[in-house]
């Protein structure tokens, strides 16, 4: 038997599995919509949380009555009670959690990383009127440290040619600064 819009409660009462595929296409927006409302930042339990609320619109299809409500409000109310018992599981989840055991990084860690980051942006900016080489030459002098002999040896070009680059890379840089 077809699955449409006149049939699919009677359906869904037979235990007809086509009538939750219809469900599913029809008002699948409406569950999303209420779990991205309320597990907006519970990616992991978004899947687990669709899948029980089409598990309660199966198991309680019984108890739904026309009269009393569209079946449109039924499954918003269903999704929302749900996603509101999914966003209570993981909030006592949480407060079981000891915090010791969580892996989260110092202020100086964090500090270091976030310091890092911000310098590194600000590096990439100001050479970014630089070759892609002459970046890598500057990168692997000024940032990294690393002597000229070996950075003429790493990159295969000679000594004198590095010291061009970075002297004519310099002025670039600073013409760059001054705007």
């Known amino acids: 038997m077809k699955v449409n819009e006149n049939n699919f ?6 235990k007809n599995e086509k009538a939750l595929v219809y469900v599913i296409d029809n008002y699948g927006w409406i569950i999303n919509s209420s779990i991205k409302k309320y597990l907006y930042n519970l990616k992991e ?3 687990e949380c669709f899948d029980d609320i089409l598990l309660g619109i199966w198991n309680n299809i019984n108890s739904y009555d026309e009269t009393k409500n569209s079946f449109k409000n039924w499954v ?3 999704s929302k009670y749900k996603t509101i018992d999914y966003k209570r599981k993981y909030h006592k989840y949480m407060q079981e959690e000891n915090i010791y055991e969580l892996n989260i990084p ?3 860690d964090t500090f270091e990383i976030v310091t890092k ?4 942006k600000e590096v990439e900016q100001i050479l970014d009127c630089l070759s892609s080489e002459d970046k890598k030459i500057f990168i692997k002098l000024f940032v990294e440290g690393k002597e000229v ?3 003429s040896k790493e990159m295969n070009i000679h000594k004198n040619n590095i010291y ?3 002297s004519k890379g310099k002025v670039k840089v600073r013409r760059m600064l001054r705007k």
Do not use: C, G, M, T
């Open 164 to 166: 061009n680059r970075v």
């Open 76 to 78: 918003a109310a269903i």
């Open 106 to 108: 110092s202020k100086e």
């Open 117 to 120: 980051n911000e310098l590194d």
């Open 149 to 151: 002999e070996n950075v």
């Open 45 to 47: 339990y978004q899947e």
């Open 9 to 14: 409660i009677d359906q869904l009462k037979l």
